[in-house]
């Protein structure tokens, strides 16, 4: 059967069946899709009327069925003897450093960019300096002795420039110091007769001086060893003092290197070769080092500008999960989900454990998971500079990050991505290859959700077609033992944390599945594409098709060679990733809302060059920069606010001091005092004072406005499992959160609710009213709290268990006595909440709610149950006075279901009690349901109203209308 099975998969015909059968299959899926409301998700696009997992299906079925047709076509070719490549690289140099001084120019010609015109200069500036030196060198120990001598010249100077409290870039005078530092420790080092010292004394001398090219960086970690020693102990010394200190440990450690590795290294014919020594160093130590040092003189800074991020709402993304660990202890996916996952908290955590700050804002300060910040960003290009490495030479990978715009081939922001694949590139497959690979597959599920499963399907994969490349049925079984250790290390964990929390398992994995669906679902745009242009052609056709036709390709070798070089493991395993996390552009940040996110496509299209291309291997590192290039002068940039997230700006200026205008680097001549968020003023201190004045004990409040940032600027426990409420868009998890918050209120822990921002963008996402995509949390609020006050444009909502004498004005007032000590406080925006009337946009929700809704209510809900609302007749058909004719019973899940026969289509408008109400689309095509949930207006919960009004912009027919109570 296997063998039948193996001819089949050789014959092209079955593959472009199959494809056909695909595509066949995407038609018919686009054809016949209609809205789904299967989980009762509430979104921007359900609005709409339009089901986004479409989107989802159809470019998943595109991916197979494209592969599916290539397979067939590579299969129909006669296969070249040599058709897999040596892809172990050696290219010279000077080839290199040509092409990419070539790129530089080329790039300053498109961009004019100046960035790139001082990359051209530095470049032929090495290139001379190294030849001279070369050339000129009584040593022999080859090129890579010039090359540390440069490197550590080159931070010598930098080091210079920051305690001289200078900003460095590679202008004149910079190049004279360097010169000059350059040709001395050049002197020194051919003052040395390296006959006389021996080998294996020259290979310790460079081991021991390694600690210098970290040179720099000692004055960001004596920065930051003195704050710390300020906040931890009170010890107010000079980051000078300190500075010594750390340069004398960096002595020490040079000492203790050289005599450790003289000792260590026998003498005689078993002296390694120098110059393999020296590569070792240059590759593993200096490079790496050299490149995240630069990243981090580039991103430091000793004071954070924070004027609250975006927003309220990112801004608590960011902080609120490191406030709840470090305050109350609440554990990550037990006792709340962070949004992003350990995404948002890693970096944060490494700053509030040295420092342990009051202020939970300061921990971003060293950086954050979208990679801003020093610490992520220097973390990133030492995985990016290891993971290039591995196509290419070390030294090649290294100019490439430093002289080229390398971040249209792997953001920083997905950098984490690339840690499994340092599991595939050995051919043993051993248990502990598959130990790694899974044990960073399950990180990358707790860093971020989307990450793990495109790992997870990208590692299931290579791990099948591993299988198929002639290896032995072992393979499989120590995969599937590694892969049952992970899962049993890490499930046991989980329920263990459960265990302790008294928390449901299933609950919570539940709600985690629910949330990962919502986020790719829900929170979408029904449009993904502004217009068809340059950007929208590349973003979801031509670089999705570097993946398309690598895969094809690699399948290909699989099928009919049975077997694949390691790198060509690594590389699909990148394509596939890709693949599967690119879902997420056709959804949220796409095309359509001015992101452009290339994700790992183009890196796929720059390494086809060195998989596939039967050349020359210079020629093959080469066609590598010129894809680089062309990816960076032909891909457009962000336009919108993502910009600092997503392609805005070359590499060459963050990675060297070429262009660098961001803040100095120096170090500190006295103490810094505490406190190092500037401005400090968020323009919400009125709110803080007020919960925090307000607020005691374990008494919290519940965020309803968008502005999870309160909880930790007020230092507040989060009284839910998830703190995003653009989330809370589906039954299941609305009531999940009902159980927590009605257990809250009824203990008294939960005394008020903040309702609204004031503002548009926040109170209505994306054009849709909280109130409608989280109608259950709204219709909670509206059950048990009632309006109050408005504090910094805040809405504040108390609890009805409160007792409240006099006005509510007057009890906020008597409970927050800090207002009257506040200069000009009736400046400070405490006015009582004035009702305004709302009308809501709902679009297609009424339609999708009567058709699609499992729950059913328009049948399931009893004749007898109903409360009839006649037309008053003498009106004309385009606008109808419906009265309710008994008192309402109950409010809570209250519709108005309408049945409507139009000819047209356009929006009708139903409202009620002087000016609430909701505007809706109205379909043509015969009778049709419209079942609207009026009571997530909180105008529903008013007394005295018992008429409505239906306007529509043409005539319709209204069939019949009733009020159905309660679901």
């Given amino acids: 059967m296997i063998t039948a099975l193996g001819t089949l998969l050789r014959k092209p015909t079955s593959f472009m069946l199959l494809g056909v059968a695909v595509a066949a299959m995407a038609g018919l899926v686009y054809l016949g899709d209609e809205p789904s409301f299967k989980y009762r998700v509430i979104g921007v696009s359900v609005l709409h009327g339009l089901d986004v997992s479409l989107r989802a299906k159809i470019y998943i079925l ?56 001082s990359a051209s200069y530095a470049l032929v500036y090495l290139t001379v300096m190294a030849i001279f030196l070369n050339r000129f060198s009584i040593n022999d120990h080859g090129s890579n002795s010039i090359w540390i001598i440069i490197i550590l010249a080159y931070q010598l100077t930098v080091t210079g420039y920051c305690l001289a409290g200078q900003v460095y870039r590679f202008d004149p005078q910079f190049v004279a110091i360097f010169t000059l530092v350059l040709l001395v420790s050049f002197a020194l080092f051919n003052s040395v007769n390296s006959e006389k010292i021996g080998s294996k004394r020259t290979a310790a001398l460079a081991y021991a001086l390694s600690p210098l090219v970290a040179l720099p960086l000692t004055i960001v970690v004596a920065n930051e060893a003195q704050y710390a020693l300020l906040v931890r102990f009170g010890m107010a010394v000079s980051s000078w003092w300190v500075w010594v200190v750390l340069l004398g440990l960096v002595a020490c450690s040079i000492v203790s290197l050289y005599l450790k590795k003289t000792l260590k290294v026998p003498p005689g014919n078993h002296e390694p070769e120098t110059e393999n020594v020296l590569g070792n160093l240059l590759n593993l130590i200096y490079f790496p080092i050299l490149i995240g040092s630069n ?136 248990f502990g290859q598959w130990l790694v690979l899974w ?160 994700y790992f496509f183009v890196l796929i299209a720059a390494l086809l060059p060195v998989l596939i291309m039967q050349t020359k291997v210079t020629l093959r590192a080469a066609l590598f920069l010129f894809v680089c290039s062309a990816s960076y002068a032909a891909l457009p940039k962000s336009t919108s606010f993502f910009y600092y997230f997503f392609y805005d700006r070359p590499l060459a200026s963050q990675y060297v001091g070429l262009a660098s205008d961001r803040g100095l680097v120096k170090l500190h001549s006295g103490p810094v005092s505490r406190g190092r968020v500037k401005p400090k003023s968020l323009g919400v201190e009125n709110t803080v004072s007020f919960l925090q004045s307000y607020l005691h004990g374990e008494e919290s409040f519940y965020d309803f406005s968008n502005s999870p940032l309160l909880y930790a600027l007020a230092q507040k426990k989060l009284p839910s499992y998830h703190m995003e409420k653009l989330a809370q868009v589906s039954d299941n998890l609305q009531n999940n959160l009902l159980v927590k918050l009605r257990e809250e209120h009824d203990e008294g822990r939960l005394p008020l609710t903040i309702f609204r921002q004031n503002n548009p963008s926040w109170d209505a996402v994306d ?18 709290f009632v309006p109050c006050v408005n504090i910094d444009n805040y809405e504040i909502w108390l609890s009805r268990k409160v007792d409240v004498e006099g006005s509510c004005e007057d009890h906020i007032r008597k409970h927050w006595p800090e207002h009257d000590k506040r200069p000009n406080p009736d400046k400070k925006g405490l006015n009582p909440i004035v009702q305004v009337p709302e009308v809501f946009e709902l679009r297609q929700l009424p339609y999708v709610w009567a058709n699609y809704d499992d729950a059913d209510p328009i049948t399931s809900i009893a004749d007898a149950q109903d409360i009839e609302i006649v037309p008053v007749p003498g009106w004309e058909d385009r606008q109808f006075e419906l009265k309710i004719l008994q008192v309402l019973a109950s409010k809570s899940g209250s519709y108005i279901h309408l049945k409507i026969r139009s000819e047209k289509e356009g929006v009708a408008e139903l409202s009620y009690a002087d000016g609430n109400g909701f505007r809706f689309d109205i379909l043509s095509g015969g009778a049709r349901d419209y079942l609207i949930r009026v009571s997530a207006q909180h105008a529903w919960y008013e007394e005295g109203f018992q008429t409505m009004l239906l306007r529509s912009e043409f005539s319709i027919e209204l069939l019949s209308a009733r009020f159905i109570p309660g679901d």
């Fill in 439 to 598: 044990s960073a597959v399950a990180f990358l599920f707790l860093w971020r959700i989307d990450f793990g499963i495109a790992a997870t399907v990208a590692a299931v994969f290579t791990c099948l077609t591993w299988r198929l490349s002639n290896h032995p049925a072992g393979m499989i079984r120590r995969s599937l033992f590694a892969l049952s250790v992970v899962v049993l290390i890490s499930g046991g964990l989980f329920l263990f944390l459960c265990f302790i929390r008294q928390q449901s398992p299933l609950g919570i994995l539940e709600n985690v599945i629910d949330y990962a669906r919502i986020i790719t679902l829900a929170t979408a745009y029904t449009e993904f594409i502004g217009k068809i242009d340059l950007s929208a052609v590349l973003q979801y056709a031509l670089l999705p098709a570097f993946s398309v036709i690598y895969l094809s390709y690699f399948l290909y070798l699989i099928i009919y060679h049975r077997t694949s070089h390691p790198l060509h493991r690594v590389a699909a395993f990148m394509a596939v990733a890709s693949l599967v996390i690119s879902v997420r552009s056709l959804n949220r940040h796409s095309h359509y809302e001015g992101v452009f996110n290339p």
């Fill in 767 to 784: 054009g849709v009213n909280s109130e409608i995509t989280s109608y259950r949390m709204a219709e909670f609020v509206y059950e048990n």
């Fill in 295 to 430: 990243v981090v003189l580039t991103e430091y800074s000793n004071v954070l500008l924070y004027t609250g991020f975006h927003d309220f709402f990112h801004g608590g993304e960011e902080i609120v999960p490191i406030q709840q660990f470090l305050q109350f202890g609440s554990i990550p996916y037990i006792d709340f989900i962070p949004p992003h996952g350990l995404f948002d908290m890693l970096p944060q955590l490494f700053y509030q454990l040295l420092n342990n700050s009051v202020d939970y804002r300061e921990s971003l300060l060293w950086g954050q998971g979208y990679m801003i910040g020093w610490l992520p960003r220097s973390l990133a290009a030492i995985l990016i500079y290891y993971f290039l490495s591995k196509f290419l030479t070390h030294k090649v990978a290294f100019l490439v990050l430093l002289f080229l715009p390398i971040y249209h081939l792997i953001h920083p922001y997905y950098v984490f991505l690339t840690l499994p694949i340092y599991a595939l590139c050995n051919s043993k497959g051993s």
């Fill in 62 to 117: 595109s991916i197979f069925g494209g592969i599916c047709f290539i397979l067939a076509f590579l299969l129909r070719l006669k296969p070249p003897k040599n058709l897999l490549p040596n892809i172990t690289l050696s290219p010279k140099l000077s080839v290199i450093v040509a092409t990419l001084l070539a790129c530089n120019l080329a790039l300053y010609g498109v961009s004019e960019n100046a960035v790139f015109l």
